[in-house]
């Protein structure tokens, strides 16, 4: 069972940078493509970020230009590089393949204060 763990959450102010990590057990993320999502007090899941197994990505409007998805095959990571954050992206941060078809992990809080 492909576990996840996410990291790098906490509390920042406005404009600030953050830069989130997900551990997967195994090698998913080379043969998966995979994202970031964000559920925030009150709202449905999302998908922000995806990173596609050939290297292209997709951001959703409200992050292209300051989120950067990336991964280490090497060490079964992969990242989210959040820059110039806005109160409007607080929430619980969670990765999964782009189907969300593995187990979901316990994700990792990010507050942005204004």
């Known amino acids: 069972q492909v576990q996840l763990v996410e990291s790098g959450g906490g509390l920042v102010q406005a404009g600030e940078s953050l830069r989130l990590a997900c551990v997967g057990s195994g090698t998913i993320f080379s043969i998966n493509h995979m994202a970031w999502y964000r559920q925030a007090p009150g709202k449905e899941r999302e998908m922000v970020a995806t990173l596609f197994q050939g290297g292209g990505t997709y951001y959703v409007d409200s992050v292209k230009g300051r989120f950067t998805i990336s991964r280490d095959n090497a060490k079964n990571t992969l990242f989210l590089q959040m820059n110039s954050l806005k109160p409007e992206d607080t929430a619980v941060y969670y990765c999964?393949?782009?189907?969300?078809?593995?187990?979901w992990g316990q994700g990792t809080r990010v507050t942005v204060s204004s």
């Open positions: 999964n393949s782009a189907g969300g078809r593995f187990q």
